[in-house]
């Protein structure tokens, strides 16, 4: 009875070991993740909303979301959010970063609210990492009413 014992201890101790330490380095590896994002998140926010200027989403985008043939709809689109006017505070980022087991692709998805010149907005924001990069893959802005964009459009750009 005591062999039994033993052999079934050392067959469980080590898968129990092994699972314990492979959450472990996952449980890291999501808060590593985590902490990148939002500060990848809460320094593009600030950076792009501070002038409105494309060359900054462009310079954190996806190839996906930089595309030549999206040239048109990104200018619109900085045109639009421009009527913000300037940046008065920003309220910082929530969030998180997911991996996806089913590919080696890693996600995060984010929201960010900020106050400007002429009224408030609700940034949503996806992010692929890819060789090491953080990168924007889906920018949105939710405009509130009453706010500098007084139509209610919904200033967005898919990848």
Same mark, same amino acid.
């Given at each position: ?16 070991? +092994? /699972?314990?330490? @492979?959450?472990?380095? %996952? ?9 990148? =994002? *939002? #500060? +990848? /998140?809460?320094? @593009?926010?600030?950076? %792009? ?9 462009? =310079? *954190? #985008? ?98």
């Amino acid at each position: 009875m005591r062999k039994v014992l033993f052999a079934f201890g050392g067959l469980v101790l080590p898968a129990l070991l +092994f /699972v314990i330490v @492979t959450t472990a380095c %996952i449980i890291y590896v999501a808060v590593e993740l985590n902490a990148e =994002s *939002r #500060a +990848f /998140v809460d320094d @593009t926010v600030p950076a %792009i909303a501070a002038s409105w200027q494309k060359e900054q989403l462009l =310079s *954190r #985008a996806a190839p996906e979301l930089g595309s030549a043939a999206r040239q048109t709809e990104l200018t619109l689109l900085f045109q639009s959010l421009s009527q913000f006017g300037k940046l008065f505070e920003y309220q910082g980022a929530i969030g998180k970063a997911y991996l996806s087991y089913a590919s080696p692709t890693i996600f995060a998805a984010y929201t960010a609210k900020a106050k400007f010149q002429n009224g408030e907005a609700l940034f949503e924001i996806w992010l692929l990492k890819r060789k090491g990069r953080w990168m924007i893959y889906d920018f949105h802005v939710d405009v509130p009413k009453g706010s500098a964009n007084r139509n209610g459009d919904r200033p967005t750009l898919r990848s």
